[in-house]
């Protein structure tokens, strides 16, 4: 297994939730104020230079829409999980309706014996 830098983990969650939030609209400061932390604390959270709290990181997730498989991706090297992980991409392209049909269909395949 390679190991993973304390410096790659910042870059990369920050590079996320940076392009998470854009999409979204928010500014840093909006972010602040939505997480209870200072303008500073995101502005080096995003630019990877400073790691993030368990805590934080959840609350931003929840607020923006972030799955843990996006927050992770980067790190995943165990072939099974990087299927899953392509899978949950797929699904996060298609519309709720379309989520809806595919969710059934794995209700009937997981119900044929």
Request: hydrophobic letters at 35%; aromatic letters at 10%; proline letters at 2%.
């Given at each position: 297994m390679n190991s993973v830098?304390?410096?790659d983990i910042n870059t990369s969650f920050g590079k996320v939730l940076k392009d998470f939030r854009?999409?979204?609209g928010?500014?840093?400061?909006?972010?602040?104020e939505h997480?209870?932390?200072?303008?500073?604390?995101?502005?080096?959270i995003e630019n990877g230079y400073s790691g993030i709290k368990t805590r934080t990181l959840i609350n931003y997730m929840n607020i923006l829409g972030?799955?843990?498989?996006t927050i992770f991706?980067?790190?995943i090297t165990n072939k099974d999980i990087e299927k899953q992980v392509k899978m949950s991409e797929k699904?996060?392209?298609?519309?709720?309706?379309?989520?809806?049909?595919?969710d059934n269909i794995i209700d009937l395949l997981n119900d044929v014996k």
């Open positions: 830098s304390k410096n854009v999409k979204k928010y500014t840093q400061e909006t972010m602040a997480l209870g932390i200072s303008l500073k604390y995101i502005s080096r972030i799955s843990p498989n991706k980067d790190f699904l996060n392209q298609l519309s709720e309706g379309k989520v809806n049909f595919v």
